[in-house]
């Protein structure tokens, strides 16, 4: 939570350069947020698509970090702080996936 | 008027008294009075008239005697060998043309409308999504009583808010719910009998399938191979409402079937029972199937075949204590759930009788087994199937290509829907020899990564592309299949992938509906369609035919339904659950 508070760049803008980070980003999405939840190309019922550039709960990394590790009260939407195998360097990959995939931004 | 919805308050209490393993919270007055969503309350209206034809409880020898009687249809599977085969010869391919709407019916709720109705006694009882279940004049629709199950606002449902039918015993029309309880209606006031809770719903637990009768039990599967549940089913007594027996389906460390999942991973394994089963009274069998091993699509951490998911279970219906298995697809990567319907079907095969368990698999393959003893017979593709073939012994020889990858190319068949699912059903013609299966043509792009198991969220390991859909190469099938060989006799193709239900009758017809919106009807021998008739709403049901008042009447659902984009069906259709009954003049 501290480096939600921080200032300066975040680690989602450097891991944009790095394939490495990009594809660990890719699959944790693709394993633990995509299927019938936010798809791989694919527009469910209900669920925000993350790829349309549109950010209900914020756009920035920090933004998007927050709805990550948080999760959204109320909806489907839990929160993965803590939860993912690498902690926050797997949340910080995702965002770097999610904004490398997005297209016409 | 039967509507007493004042009378709910006092109900209330009556349930807190009486209910065993807690009781939905009670309604406000303002939600008494008002038309509310479907999750904004709970509200009931009961009836004290005299209704219905003055008949007793439903009896084993009702149940055991299926679709004898045409003015009954009291099994989800019409029989329990789930034939879904009515007896009436007038409904032929030369009178259906001549179906005249007679009335119809608002849920007043969305998503998929999956129902197969219950008819006793001249009453029909139907349930839709989110659980409302209302009790109908099979003849006219008059609503005799009304029940509004109040659903929390974290369920915990992977594919939509379904639910498909009800059982009826003794007195007791049972429905399962969303929120993994089982609740006792009285037939004809509606009051509750009893309610109880199958499992705590917040850990992913759901339950969408109508109970299966068998003698005093009431056996009920359950959702949530999606959550990483441990799968299970359950027998309860149809008088009080107890748990008699539970039959996981996942082992427990030390038990036999264990060392099948590599480590911990057992503990997550899925297995999930969420559809009603069948029973042969002869051997005094049970028969049940499970869905897919969790996570879905990424089998690294849960190396071995992953027992008893993706099988079929025989079982004393008395204990729950299991006689034989076989498992269709060991280790599954691809979410071919293996519970679609099962036939029990006595068949002729080299000049011997067999008695058979015969399925339209998930995976896109049509099995034989002997259910004596669940020896493997056959198995023939019935869609386009490249994941593997069959070996001898019915173990699939995988295509490697066919597995998920992080970067997949090879597109795959079936879709993870299937060929078949689950949430529709088959019926089968024992004059003809012929399996009715609606199924969908499509295939896909597997996809696994890294997954992270968190109680409560989906744990699925991957997902799907859906390049079929995408391509508009995907589409529905409604195929005749020799049961005795598996090949298909006749195909119907429909633009868009099939996933209603069917019914077939001794007249020679074949009942089913579209995504687009019509009810269809086909010679059954022959595949000619001899009626098409705009509902407006997709299809999502399991019809049913039936007489009351000496006419003959065949009820079809629709609504639409959660993943409609995953499917190719046209989103430009409104939600909202109907159902329409037709007459034969």
Redesign the interface.
């Known amino acids: 939570m501290t480096l939600v508070g921080c200032a300066g760049p975040d680690p989602a803008s450097a891991y944009l350069e790095d394939p490495e980070a990009l594809?660990?980003g890719?699959?944790?999405?693709?394993?633990?947020c995509?299927?019938?939840?936010h798809?791989?190309?694919?527009?469910?019922?209900d669920v925000p698509n993350l790829f349309d550039c549109t950010w209900i709960h914020g756009g920035s990394n920090r933004d998007i970090y927050n709805t990550i590790a948080n999760g959204v009260p109320?909806s489907r939407m839990?929160a993965?702080g803590g939860?993912?195998?690498d902690g926050d360097e797997d949340i910080w990959k995702i965002i770097a996936f999610l904004k490398s995939e997005a297209s016409g931004c | 008027m039967a509507f007493r919805p004042s009378t709910y308050a006092f109900l209330s209490l009556f349930i807190v008294a009486c209910a065993d393993g807690g009781a939905p919270s009670p309604a406000s007055e303002e939600e008494v009075e008002g038309e509310a969503g479907p999750s904004s309350g709970q509200m009931h209206w009961t009836n004290d008239r005299p209704i219905g034809l003055g008949m007793s409880g439903v009896d084993a020898a009702m149940l055991e005697s299926g679709l004898e009687d045409p003015t009954r249809w009291l099994l989800y599977g019409g029989n329990y060998a789930n034939y879904r085969h009515s007896p009436i010869q007038r409904l032929t391919p030369e009178a259906v043309p001549n179906l005249k709407l007679a009335w119809s019916f608002p849920t007043g709720t969305d998503r998929q409308f999956e129902v197969s109705p219950v008819v006793y006694d001249g009453i029909m009882y139907i349930s839709s999504s989110y659980n409302r279940l209302f009790a109908l004049d099979a003849a006219t629709g008059e609503l005799f009583w009304r029940y509004d199950h109040q659903q929390p606002?974290d369920l915990l449902v992977?594919?939509g808010p379904v639910n498909r039918g009800v059982a009826i015993a003794g007195d007791a029309v049972l429905m399962a719910t969303l929120d993994a309880r089982l609740i006792a209606f009285h037939r004809l006031s509606g009051e509750i009998l009893w309610d109880t809770a199958i499992i705590d719903y917040r850990e992913g637990y759901a339950a969408t399938a109508a109970p299966l009768i068998v003698g005093d039990l009431a056996i009920i599967g359950i959702a949530g191979g999606?959550f990483g549940i441990r799968g299970f089913f359950d027998a309860y007594d149809v008088a009080t409402g107890e748990r008699v027996w539970r039959h996981y389906t996942v082992p427990a460390a030390g038990e036999p079937g264990v060392e099948t999942w590599a480590g911990e991973s057992y503990l997550t394994g899925g297995a999930p029972t969420w559809n009603a089963g069948a029973y042969d009274p002869e051997t005094h069998t049970l028969f049940w199937t499970t869905g897919n091993p969790a996570?879905?699509?990424?089998g690294d951490e849960r190396e071995g075949d992953n027992l008893y998911a993706d099988a079929v279970i025989a079982l004393d219906p008395d204990t729950g204590e299991r006689k034989w298995f076989f498992q269709f697809t060991p280790h599954d990567v691809w979410d071919y759930d293996g519970n679609t319907q099962v036939f029990l079907i006595d068949m002729m095969r080299n000049g011997r009788e067999v008695k058979a368990l015969v399925q339209a698999n998930r995976n896109g393959y049509f099995y034989i087994l002997d259910r004596t003893d669940g020896r493997f017979i056959s198995a023939t593709a019935y869609v386009q199937t490249n994941w593997a073939t069959i070996a001898e012994d019915g173990r699939p020889i995988v295509n490697p290509e066919a597995l998920p990858s992080?970067d997949p190319s090879v597109r795959v068949c079936p879709s993870h829907l299937g060929g078949m699912n689950g949430a529709w059903t088959g019926a089968y013609n024992p004059g003809l020899g012929l399996a009715y299966i609606p199924a969908v043509e499509s295939c896909e792009l597997y996809?696994?990564?890294?997954?992270?198991f968190?109680p409560?969220?989906?744990f699925?390991?991957?997902?799907?592309?859906?390049i079929d859909v995408e391509a508009e190469r995907s589409f529905g099938v409604l195929a005749a299949i020799d049961v005795r060989t598996g090949e298909t006799r006749w195909r119907y193709e429909d633009p868009i992938p099939l996933m209603a239900g069917t019914l077939s009758t001794e007249g020679g017809v074949v009942f089913t509906g579209t995504q687009s919106g019509f009810a269809l009807a086909f010679n059954a021998e022959t595949g000619e369609e001899v009626w098409r008739h705009r509902l407006g709403g997709g299809v999502r049901s399991q019809p049913i035919a039936y007489e009351a008042d000496g006419r003959v009447f065949v009820a079809i659902g629709a609504g639409n339904g959660?993943?409609?984009?995953?499917t190719g069906a046209p989103d430009i259709l409104p939600e909202g659950g109907q159902l329409f009954v037709f007459e034969l003049p």
């Open positions: 594809a660990r890719g699959s944790v999405f693709t394993g633990t995509s299927g019938y939840c798809g791989v190309n694919v527009t469910i019922a109320g839990v993965f939860r993912l195998p | 606002d992977c594919c999606e996570p879905d699509w990424n992080e996809r696994k990564g890294i997954v992270a968190i409560g969220q989906m699925l390991g991957g997902g799907y592309e859906l959660t993943f409609l984009e995953s």
